[in-house]
């Protein structure tokens, strides 16, 4: 295995709003949502609550995470490098939760680093954000308030595929297409995820499609690299 992808973890979440049912929040959070929704809102035309059925899981004080899934480079036992993958997924978001922290306490903190694509702006501090509100303790490796930007291990694909140019977003997506990777994206993609949740209650089918992010997001890995993409075969789900 090429110590480049050795000790990584790969991450990606779903999210959603906190309620499908907007008129279920207390009035603070109605209040505050209102506010942000003014700065959301581009026609005029949408009401506080249509915006929170359509982008509250974006943010951590207004949505919450249902899946997570994770992926690891190993050596099979022929020598090939093989991708694992596990997926955390619950409607318990506290649940989810603590299974994803007891998973991250059991790695190293020195040397285990998540990679994640946009992670260091969405992935990273939407799980740390609704850890502590759900009353967790952070995991070690995810515990990274007040440290140095150098001092922080964790990577980010849209970082480094950016090259220092901080001037636009880049989605997996795109990337994906550029470097021919199969897409993730065969019946849903992330504006979905909300009513695929709420509306048809299908979180075995987000979790599929978030398990895809994951294989996508490795390979593109691989590409910014310049390693090959691994086989299919040798994609695993454990």
């Known amino acids: ?63 919450k995470v249902v899946c997570i899934v994770v992926g690891k480079f190993v050596d099979n036992e022929s020598g090939e490098l093989t991708l694992r993958t596990k997926a955390y997924s619950s409607h318990d978001e506290k649940e989810l939760l603590t299974d994803f922290k ?58 480094m595929w950016k090259f220092g140019d901080y001037k636009h977003y880049t989605s997996l997506e795109l990337l994906a297409t550029v470097f021919d990777i199969p897409t993730s994206k065969n019946n849903i993609d992330g504006s979905m995820v909300n009513s695929v949740y709420y509306q048809e209650n299908d979180l075995e089918r987000i979790t599929t499609y978030c398990v895809g992010d994951v294989v996508v997001l490795s390979q593109l890995f691989l590409r910014l690299k310049g390693l090959p993409l691994i086989d299919q075969k040798n994609i695993i789900p454990v």
């Not at 603070?28 to 359509?54: C, I, M, P, Q």
């Not at 740390?128 to 150098?150: D, E, F, H, Q, T």
């Open 1 to 63: 295995m090429s110590p480049e992808v050795k000790d990584i973890i790969f991450l990606d979440i779903e999210t959603v709003g906190v309620t499908n049912d907007y008129t279920s929040l207390n009035e603070r959070l109605k209040s505050l949502w209102a506010r942000k929704a003014s700065y959301l809102r581009r026609d005029g035309v949408e009401t506080d609550e249509e915006l929170f059925n359509t982008k509250a899981g974006i943010y951590a004080e207004f949505g």
């Open 102 to 159: 007891t998973m991250a306490e059991r790695l190293d903190p020195l040397s285990a680093k998540f990679c994640a694509h946009n992670g260091k702006e969405f992935d990273y501090p939407y799980l740390c954000r609704r850890m502590l509100i759900n009353g967790l303790r952070l995991p070690a490796v995810l515990n990274i308030a007040g440290r140095k930007s150098w001092e922080i291990q964790h990577l980010d694909t849209l970082e």
